[in-house]
């Protein structure tokens, strides 16, 4: 049972959803548990996952505990895996209330780091049976900021479908923004909340824009900033340039069409956006935060900037937009990159892995590994990354 704080749009929450829907039936029963009502991307989960949704209260909430506990009890999970602070102790309380066997602890970017939370997080990370990262960069953040051994911190690459990105028809997107042949697509995909930073964005583009770069920019996503930064395009003389296109199903289409991808954020777990565009064979330009820096190589699949400098970013920006020969470089090198390391049958084997490996360790659980249906189907457990 996957324990989310709320199975909307997002990248954790997306990964979870393609996770579920992808395990090996025969090895690994899924159920989703999203603590409050889950939006629309319900609707991707596969008919035979379950998902559960409860209506948590803002702040400390223990009714979301005892209704956890109820869950547990009546679906039964061998293994509970949480997600995010947002989860941990809530998550945590319940599944040692109600006995599950094996608890797995993962986190995705963005740590919380006041000093009472850091406490909580260093007692509960020490007594789950996996502790989980989705880059190296996190892992070594989680064990610096909150006092953890690293080497109990595992880390499991977040991957993307190579063929998905491998097959958008850029003429979707770019008929419906009327763009002509020679016109450059700059893309950026992600919530508008403080953390992604497009306030930063926006304002190197309004330094292209002034320098008499010509390009298109077009935003992916939504969130409580848009009103914000719809302010920010009319103040930089972006309109007409900016084009905010919300949510979109047919992502695989909007790479199709760009010629760079960028990413403006403050702070990064592993962003599946870059991985996506790479995939894609898109150039990326982004802050060097998280796990970011660990998907760009620069200069080899993309330029890396630093953080809240519109400067810096405006810079790289120009610097693809005027040079087609190196982003077409980048983008070849960068869907070499995702193929060698970030493919999604990768990321799905390592946790079904992961969770048998936990399973088999368990003593209430190991007698599973003497059916001989069972073992049959075992891997060879695969080394960490």
């Known amino acids: 049972m996957h324990v989310v704080p709320r199975l909307w749009r997002g990248g954790m929450e997306h990964n979870v959803v393609k996770l579920v829907n992808a395990t090996d039936r025969r090895r690994i029963v899924n159920s989703i548990c999203s603590c409050m009502p889950a939006d629309n991307l319900k609707t991707l989960l596969t008919e035979d996952v379950p998902l559960f ?16 506990v109820r869950l547990i009890k009546r ?39 006041r000093p009472r939370n850091k406490i909580v997080q260093r007692v509960l990370w020490k007594r789950v049976d996996r502790l989980l990262s ?22 499991i690459y977040n991957g993307v479908k190579i063929e998905r990105f491998m097959s958008g028809n850029p003429r979707i997107v770019r008929d419906e923004l009327k ?31 002034r320098a008499g770069v010509t390009f298109r920019l077009v935003i992916v996503g939504e969130g409580t900033l848009r009103p914000e930064l719809e ?7 972006l309109r007409g340039m900016v084009h905010f296109l919300g949510h979109r199903n047919d992502i695989e289409h909007v790479l199709a069409a760009a010629d760079i991808f960028v990413l403006s954020s403050r702070s990064e777990g592993l962003p599946n956006g870059i991985m996506e565009a790479m995939a894609a064979g898109i150039a990326v330009v982004s802050t060097a935060v ?7 190589v620069n200069e080899r699949t993309g330029l890396l900037v630093p953080a809240q400098s519109p400067d810096a970013l405006a810079t790289a920006l120009e610097r693809l ?17 995702t193929l060698e390391k970030f493919t999604f049958a990768r990321m799905v084997d390592q946790y079904e892995d992961l969770y048998l490996a936990a399973a088999r360790e368990c003593s209430r659980l190991s007698g599973l590994f003497r059916d001989p249906d069972v ?7 695969k080394p960490s990354c």
């Open 290 to 296: 998280g796990g970011a820096a660990e998907l760009v």
């Open 231 to 237: 302010g920010a395009v009319s103040r930089e003389g």
């Open 321 to 337: 937009v005027r040079d087609g020969a190196t982003r077409r470089m980048f983008g070849n090198a960068g869907r070499d990159r």
């Open 179 to 209: 763009l002509g042949e020679d016109e450059v697509l700059i893309v950026t995909v992600g919530r508008m909340e403080p953390v992604k930073d497009h306030a930063t964005l926006l304002a190197a583009a309004g330094q292209l824009h």
């Open 75 to 113: 679906v039964r999970p061998d293994i509970v895996h949480s997600h995010t602070w947002g989860t941990l102790c809530e998550a945590f309380l319940a599944a040692r209330l109600a006995r599950v066997p094996v608890l797995v602890h993962g986190e995705h970017g963005t740590m919380n780091l």
């Open 53 to 68: 949704e409860f209506a948590r209260r803002d702040g400390n909430d223990p009714g979301i505990v005892r209704e956890i």
């Open 134 to 155: 989705v880059s190296s960069s996190l892992a070594d953040t989680m064990s610096q900021y909150i006092g953890i051994d690293r080497s109990l911190i595992r880390v």
């Open 375 to 381: 073992a049959g189907i075992e891997r060879e457990a």
